[in-house]
């Protein structure tokens, strides 16, 4: 099954990247990937998200959450074309030391059409993940301001750069 994964180190609590993450009314400020985000995060409620790959035009997808585990984890499946083609989207958050998590951003998708999709949507959204993580990123470090706070001091820059991995079926 195609799979994209990618991973960034941030210099901030799980805390503030769960905020950052499930803030969905703030995304329009840094969220380029998917500007648009609405719904209850509850496990089995439907979600109405916008999606903008790199390059390439916005979609409306009515994804269905399934699990929400505060400062942990957050995952929905969406599905286009009565299920011919669907993606499972999951954000980690993973604590490394103190002040420092490991965010992790992945979809596996799955369908029919999803072999035939995989070259149309592999590298755009790849692009668009990595651009999403990295903005995160720089709101969390407060390299942007946050919706709920002042913008902090700048602090030293992650250490580790975005990767990416992706799995063709």
């Known amino acids: 099954m195609p799979e994209i994964h990618t991973e960034i180190g941030i210099n901030a609590s799980p805390e503030k990247v769960w905020n950052i993450l499930t803030d969905f009314s703030a995304f329009p400020e840094w969220n380029t990937f998917i500007p648009s985000a609405e719904g209850e995060l509850e496990e089995g409620a439907q979600l109405n998200v916008v999606v903008r790959p790199m390059g390439g035009k916005g979609m409306t997808i009515k994804p269905t959450v399934l699990k929400v585990d505060e400062n942990r984890e957050l995952r929905w499946r969406g599905a286009l074309l009565n299920g011919l083609f669907s993606g499972e989207h999951s954000f980690i958050i993973q604590g490394v030391s103190e002040g420092k998590v490991r965010f992790m951003h992945s979809e596996s998708f799955k369908g029919v059409l999803a072999p035939l999709m995989w070259p149309i949507i592999r590298k755009s959204t790849r692009r668009g993940f ?29 250490e580790e750069p975005p990767t990416e991995t992706e799995t063709p079926s």
């Open 130 to 158: 990595e651009a999403m993580n990295e903005a995160l990123r720089d709101r969390a470090e407060g390299k942007a301001p946050s919706a709920d706070s002042p913008p902090e001091e700048p602090q030293s820059p992650s």
